[in-house]
């Protein structure tokens, strides 16, 4: 049986719940070592990034990757075979959409799992020499199932390097705040080579949308990112209702059954720390998606300190955002044409199938297709 997992408005007023199903996307908890957000008894010591050796029957990963990219020399039939392993347990084979050129090279495919966006492959250029790059966003990585079988298969590229690996943890329960992260870095818990790395804080009015402090600067080695994640998720909820309904993320309880052992926790609470590598000046270990939780560990001394013990999961899947978003557009095609269509139903001789064929457009939407309807639509099927 399915997993569910609840997003509720609190209040007595409250609306719900809104249940959404749990698999690739529920919400899984990421606790802190302790409750006051101090360190565990026996921390995670920090590792030299490629050195680091686990050993039989270590727990499965407590982060998550969260963006890659790979550069490899072009060979579409290698990456062709590549990303169907990566994608190899997703709910459809990968396709893909030619588009422009970008970043140098002179042609692009977005790569679309069931329509949704989860990464492009970069081509062409006399300045890349027969170089061909591949991103997978952080949806992309959503839909890999298998971690360990989709690095055997990237390595396996013709001539491949890391450029980019993003590493995220997440936090539900107020163990890891804006203000810790602060004071972190206030005590010297991101010097990195005898440097302290600079800071900077996004600030809003809008208490909603949350805010987001820069550990470092764009372009070196490593780069934190630490922000308030569900305070972003819910200012950028598809469900415009929802939002009113619950006034604020404050004011939104989610559970799990798998989370925290069925405790509900706030989504305001939920924090994200990201950790952004890139290949500027020393390469990113062959390893580093099965052993990230080391390199995770390894960036900082301060993120020594904020291994969880669960593994975390994305609240809402793809699928569920499809769902959303094909709510959400037809609710706005009543609101602006419900009248309407209602009197052509009328003239219609009260015939559905006739109205529909008056009415009906011979191909997808492609803004919700994007947004995962396909997905949603396969669920119901």
């Not at 408005?9 to 249940?19: E, L, M, N, W, Y």
């Not at 030299?48 to 686990?54: A, E, K, L, V």
């Not at 590229?157 to 450029?163: D, F, M, Q, Y």
């Not at 939780?293 to 300190?305: I, N, R, T, V």
């Amino acid at each position: 049986m399915e997993e569910r997992n609840e997003v509720t408005p609190k209040g007595p007023d409250a609306v719900g719940p809104q249940s959404q199903s749990d698999g690739a996307a529920g919400a899984r908890s990421a606790r802190s070592p302790g409750e006051d957000g101090a360190p565990p008894a026996s921390a995670p010591p920090k590792v030299i990034r490629g050195t680091s050796t686990p050993g039989n029957g270590i727990a499965a990963p407590r982060t998550k990757v969260d963006y890659l990219t790979i550069s490899c020399r072009e060979d579409r039939d290698a990456i062709s075979r590549c990303l169907a392993e990566v994608f190899s347990g997703a709910p459809a084979v990968p396709s893909f959409e030619q588009g422009p050129g970008k970043r140098h090279f002179d042609q692009s495919r977005r790569i679309l799992i069931a329509g949704v966006p989860a990464g492009e492959v970069l081509t062409g250029g006399e300045t890349q020499r027969g170089r061909a790059c591949i991103d997978v966003s952080g949806t992309g990585c959503g839909f890999v199932q298998d971690w360990e079988r989709a690095q055997a298969a990237l390595l396996a590229l013709p001539e491949r390097s890391w450029t980019r690996a993003d590493i995220a943890a997440d936090f539900f329960r107020g163990e890891l705040t804006h203000e810790r992260v602060k004071q972190a870095h206030k005590e010297g818990k991101f010097t990195r080579g005898g440097r302290e790395p600079l800071l900077t804080a996004i600030t809003t009015t809008d208490r909603n949308r949350g805010r987001t402090i820069y550990i470092g600067q764009r372009g070196g080695d490593a780069l934190g990112r630490f922000y308030e994640k569900g305070k972003k998720e819910f200012s950028e909820s598809a469900s415009k209702v929802f939002r009113q309904l619950a006034g604020s993320a404050e004011d939104v309880t989610v559970t799990d059954a798998a989370l925290n052992q069925g405790e509900p926790f706030d989504l305001a609470s939920w924090y994200r720390a990201e950790l952004e590598l890139r290949s500027k000046n020393r390469p990113i270990a062959d390893d580093w998606i099965t052993r990230r939780d080391e390199y995770f560990a390894g960036a900082y001394p301060f993120l020594a300190e904020l291994l969880p013990e669960v593994e975390p999961r994305v609240l809402v899947r793809p699928r569920d955002r499809g769902i959303l978003a094909i709510e959400a557009a037809l609710e706005r095609v009543k609101k602006q044409w419900g009248a309407v269509l209602y009197t052509g139903l009328a003239y219609c001789g009260g015939d559905y199938l006739t109205l529909c064929e008056k009415i009906l457009a011979t191909h997808h939407s492609r803004k919700l297709v994007q947004a995962g309807a396909l997905l949603a639509v396969d669920e119901r099927q």
